[in-house]
């Protein structure tokens, strides 16, 4: 009877430490599955980052365009004041013609 207890005991050892072990395998993959995780939300803020600064980018020279219109014509319009209708200049929303009158 001894010799079967001993049995006994030792297979419930072996499953203790199994467990352990298991529990420990199981951390391991969790904590490897979060640093993973981690670096994937890091990777996805840097895209999104690069990604909102080259719209920022584009929209600036894109905010850019009416403001040289408008200097444009500033400019085009003193020199038909100056010039004496050397040039005819009409805009609408964001055309711009010229026309220049040879007299």
Do not use: G
Request: proline content about 1%.
């Amino acid at each position: 009877m001894h010799f079967l207890n001993e049995k006994l005991d030792i297979l419930d050892q072996i499953a203790a430490i199994t467990r352990q072990k298991i529990m420990q395998e199981r951390d391991m993959i969790v904590r490897y599955a979060d640093e993973e995780r981690d670096r994937s939300f890091m990777q996805l803020d840097r895209m999104i980052d690069v990604e909102k600064q080259q719209v920022r980018y584009k929209s600036q020279e894109l905010n850019a365009i009416p403001v040289y219109i408008r200097e444009l014509k500033a400019e085009l319009q003193y020199l038909i004041t100056e010039k004496n209708d050397l040039i005819n200049v009409s805009s609408t929303a964001t055309w711009l013609t010229a026309e220049i009158c040879l007299r």
